[in-house]
């Protein structure tokens, strides 16, 4: 245990860590040095290998060339010419230096010992290779005696014509040796390093934790309600002023602790003066402790001597989970109608939350109930619940659809051409109904929270109206609807929104189209009101009508009077929302008024307005 605790200290630790350092700086050196010495002295023996190897080449290559017949003395005396040249000049330390023909027999050596190689055949891959007059012929070896060697083999060309070869092998002993004592030296050099660093890291590390040490005892002091202590400064560095702070908040945590008791009497005061009721019990589930907000919401004079979970409504067990866990909360609903879910007219609807007094040494010793008023909330919750429900049903159809059509492709129906592409277009006809769907919620949102800001202009009414009629020239005509557009004399513009009441416009049209059978007509008017203050604009058609139980509801969001038929025709239930939330944005009003199977007539009016906000 000893032992793990002293490798635990940050002494320890910090020697620990200057040590590895040096272990990996040295060892990326010492790899990356070894390598380049070695490199560089396996190159420059080498090229000095390939130098002699050339200049005997070039020495050499007129006493190769083939002698003519009759001339065997003097053959003789080229060899031994040769041979002593080779011998004496050509000599290198631990190396042996061929000289050979174009038939690659040996004609010269540098070794007494291997006289008697001479006329014969070296049959060795670098001397054929040679003879080919291929120059790049060296290799490593390792000879019987594990002896490591370079071999060479130069080709002797005189007039462009390969007259025989050189052959050299040299041991690198020495070179390896010379690479092993510089490995030797590197590994001195790191130990000395490791022994010096430790050295140092011992006296580093002390200076920074002997004033932790010092911050500790004080920290010591501290916890056992002793202010008076200071922790030592001893410089001006991190630690330094940690130990400043340190006597900083020791400071500050006295002050704190004498102004406990002031901080107390101000929580009483707050509790008193609470928008939220507060009710505290005991360990017996007796109200000790409560606000006047409690009183009021409660509707009781006192809670003198109440029970906690009879004031509340709760059954032991549910106070027992409270207690035993870390809290609760319940939704109390008080009113004529207590057992409803929902808060009605005349309900009042409150949160209690439940949070344990823990006690240190003693468990749990009471109970504190917090009140809240949430009736509001309930009733905003409840419209949210509404509309979550409403877009989830109508999200449901197409993704049922898409999700039925994709498993049938999947199933073997995309290798009948005919079929699947009746089934890709009914997908992509139901994500195009989820995206209109989408994008109408997301600009009822942005209504509904203000950021869709007017942007008035000047906008000619006439012209406006006649935009509407052409883009939707198209749709009118495959159904044979003549369109109408007439705007009282004198009306020519107001100042408005045009992007937003083109889409009210636009979302009229389209319904008007929707449900007015082929040949119908729809008429497009603006005039001015009675006051001239406003301009009222309709749009009336010879559709199928709307029966009169729905007029009421029509401008509701996701409301259809067929909700089948709509569908199928790729509304959305939110078209009329959306107008009537731009309608009412520009300070107007919009209204519907429609008989079954003789058409319907929506009318919105707009404040005609100047720049300057006068009536035109």
Request: hydrophobic share 40%; aromatic share 4%.
């Given at each position: 245990m000893?032992?793990?605790s002293?490798f635990?200290?940050?002494?320890?630790?910090?020697?620990?860590?200057?040590?590895?350092?040096?272990?990996?700086a040295m060892?990326?050196i010492?790899?990356?040095?070894?390598?380049?010495?070695?490199?560089s002295?396996?190159?420059?023996?080498?090229?000095?290998?390939?130098?002699?190897a050339d200049i005997?080449?070039?020495?050499?290559?007129?006493?190769?060339?083939?002698?003519q017949?009759?001339d065997?003395?003097?053959a003789?005396n080229t060899?031994?010419?040769l041979?002593?040249?080779v011998?004496?000049?050509f000599?290198?330390?631990?190396?042996?230096?061929?000289?050979?023909?174009a038939?690659?027999?040996?004609?010269?050596?540098?070794?007494?010992?291997?006289?008697?190689?001479?006329g014969?055949?070296?049959n060795?891959l670098?001397?054929?290779?040679?003879l080919?007059?291929?120059?790049d012929n060296e290799?490593?070896?390792?000879?019987?005696?594990?002896?490591?060697k370079?071999?060479?083999?130069?080709?002797?060309?005189?007039?462009?014509?390969?007259?025989?070869?050189v052959?050299?092998?040299?041991?690198?002993?020495?070179?390896?040796?010379?690479?092993?004592?510089?490995?030797?030296?590197?590994?001195?050099?790191?130990?000395?390093?490791l022994?010096?660093t430790?050295?140092?890291?011992i006296?580093?590390?002390?200076?920074?934790?002997?004033p932790?040490?010092?911050?500790t005892r004080?920290?010591?002091?501290?916890?056992?309600?002793?202010?008076?202590?200071?922790a030592?400064?001893?410089?001006d560095?991190?630690?330094?002023?940690?130990?400043?702070?340190?006597?900083?908040?020791?400071?500050r945590?006295?002050?704190?602790?004498s102004?406990?008791?002031?901080?107390?009497?101000k929580l009483?005061?707050?509790?008193?003066n609470?928008?939220?009721g507060?009710?505290?019990?005991?360990?017996?589930?007796?109200?000790?402790?409560?606000?006047?907000?409690a009183?009021e919401m409660?509707?009781?004079d006192?809670?003198?001597?109440?029970?906690?979970s009879?004031l509340?409504?709760?059954?032991?067990d549910?106070?027992?989970?409270?207690e035993?866990?870390?809290?609760?909360?319940?939704?109390?609903?008080r009113?004529?109608?207590?057992?409803a879910?929902?808060?009605e007219a005349?309900d009042?609807?409150?949160?209690?939350?439940?949070t344990?007094?823990?006690r240190?040494?003693?468990g749990?010793?009471?109970m504190?109930?917090v009140?809240q008023d949430?009736?509001?909330?309930?009733?905003l919750?409840?419209?949210?619940r509404?509309f979550?429900?409403?877009?989830?049903h109508?999200?449901?159809?197409?993704?049922?659809t898409?999700?039925?059509?994709?498993?049938?492709l999947?199933?073997?129906?995309?290798?009948?051409?005919?079929?699947?592409?009746?089934?890709?277009?009914?997908?992509?006809?139901?994500?195009e109904?989820m995206?209109r769907?989408?994008?109408?919620?997301?600009?009822?949102?942005?209504?509904d929270?203000?950021?869709a800001?007017l942007r008035?202009?000047?906008?000619?009414?006439?012209?406006?109206?006649?935009?509407?009629?052409d883009r939707?020239?198209?749709?009118?005509r495959?159904k044979?609807?003549?369109?109408?557009v007439g705007?009282?004399?004198?009306?020519?513009n107001a100042?408005?929104d045009r992007d937003?009441?083109?889409?009210?416009l636009?979302?009229?049209?389209?319904?008007?189209?929707?449900?007015?059978?082929?040949?119908?007509?729809i008429?497009?008017?603006?005039?001015?009101?009675?006051?001239?203050?406003?301009?009222?604009?309709s749009?009336?058609?010879?559709?199928?009508?709307?029966?009169?139980?729905?007029l009421?509801r029509?401008f509701?969001?996701?409301?259809?009077?067929?909700?089948?038929?709509?569908?199928?025709?790729?509304?959305?239930?939110l078209?009329?929302?959306i107008?009537?939330e731009?309608?009412r944005?520009?300070?107007?009003?919009?209204?519907?008024?429609?008989?079954?199977?003789?058409?319907?007539?929506?009318?919105?009016?707009?404040p005609l307005?100047?720049?300057g906000?006068?009536p035109?």
């Amino acid at each position: 245990m000893k032992g793990r605790s002293f490798f635990r200290t940050i002494q320890v630790k910090l020697v620990i860590i200057y040590l590895l350092l040096i272990l990996v700086a040295m060892q990326l050196i010492g790899v990356y040095f070894i390598s380049t010495v070695k490199n560089s002295l396996i190159t420059s023996f080498t090229n000095n290998l390939k130098e002699q190897a050339d200049i005997l080449a070039k020495f050499a290559a007129p006493s190769l060339l083939p002698n003519q017949e009759g001339d065997g003395d003097s053959a003789d005396n080229t060899t031994e010419d040769l041979n002593l040249v080779v011998r004496n000049l050509f000599s290198i330390s631990g190396a042996e230096v061929q000289v050979l023909d174009a038939n690659g027999k040996v004609v010269a050596t540098s070794l007494q010992v291997h006289q008697s190689n001479i006329g014969q055949k070296n049959n060795s891959l670098a001397v054929r290779r040679a003879l080919q007059n291929i120059p790049d012929n060296e290799e490593e070896i390792i000879d019987e005696d594990n002896t490591r060697k370079k071999r060479i083999a130069l080709p002797v060309t005189y007039n462009d014509k390969v007259v025989g070869a050189v052959y050299v092998v040299a041991s690198m002993t020495e070179l390896y040796e010379t690479v092993n004592r510089v490995n030797q030296i590197f590994f001195s050099g790191t130990l000395i390093a490791l022994g010096l660093t430790g050295v140092l890291g011992i006296l580093l590390a002390h200076t920074i934790t002997s004033p932790i040490q010092g911050l500790t005892r004080q920290a010591e002091a501290v916890a056992d309600g002793r202010f008076d202590l200071k922790a030592p400064v001893l410089g001006d560095d991190e630690i330094g002023r940690l130990s400043m702070a340190f006597n900083d908040m020791t400071i500050r945590l006295k002050e704190a602790l004498s102004a406990n008791e002031e901080e107390n009497e101000k929580l009483v005061s707050v509790l008193s003066n609470m928008s939220d009721g507060v009710v505290a019990a005991d360990e017996r589930g007796v109200i000790i402790v409560w606000n006047r907000r409690a009183l009021e919401m409660l509707e009781v004079d006192t809670l003198q001597d109440a029970k906690l979970s009879e004031l509340l409504i709760l059954t032991p067990d549910k106070l027992a989970e409270f207690e035993q866990g870390r809290g609760g909360t319940i939704v109390l609903n008080r009113g004529p109608q207590e057992d409803a879910g929902l808060a009605e007219a005349g309900d009042s609807v409150l949160k209690v939350t439940f949070t344990p007094i823990h006690r240190r040494g003693k468990g749990i010793t009471g109970m504190i109930a917090v009140l809240q008023d949430v009736t509001e909330q309930e009733k905003l919750e409840q419209s949210r619940r509404q509309f979550v429900a409403n877009v989830s049903h109508e999200l449901r159809t197409p993704l049922t659809t898409i999700k039925s059509y994709a498993e049938a492709l999947g199933d073997g129906a995309l290798e009948e051409r005919d079929l699947s592409t009746r089934f890709v277009g009914v997908i992509s006809n139901e994500t195009e109904r989820m995206i209109r769907l989408v994008t109408d919620l997301l600009h009822l949102s942005r209504l509904d929270s203000n950021q869709a800001p007017l942007r008035r202009r000047q906008t000619n009414i006439h012209d406006m109206l006649d935009e509407v009629a052409d883009r939707f020239s198209f749709q009118l005509r495959q159904k044979s609807i003549s369109a109408t557009v007439g705007v009282e004399r004198g009306l020519k513009n107001a100042w408005l929104d045009r992007d937003q009441i083109d889409q009210v416009l636009d979302n009229l049209i389209s319904n008007a189209i929707k449900y007015t059978l082929d040949g119908g007509q729809i008429g497009l008017t603006a005039r001015r009101t009675a006051d001239g203050g406003s301009i009222e604009i309709s749009v009336k058609d010879t559709g199928i009508g709307i029966p009169k139980k729905d007029l009421t509801r029509i401008f509701d969001r996701f409301y259809r009077v067929d909700k089948a038929r709509s569908r199928n025709m790729g509304g959305t239930g939110l078209g009329l929302s959306i107008a009537r939330e731009i309608v009412r944005a520009h300070g107007g009003t919009i209204a519907l008024y429609s008989e079954l199977n003789e058409g319907s007539k929506v009318t919105f009016t707009l404040p005609l307005l100047q720049e300057g906000g006068d009536p035109e």
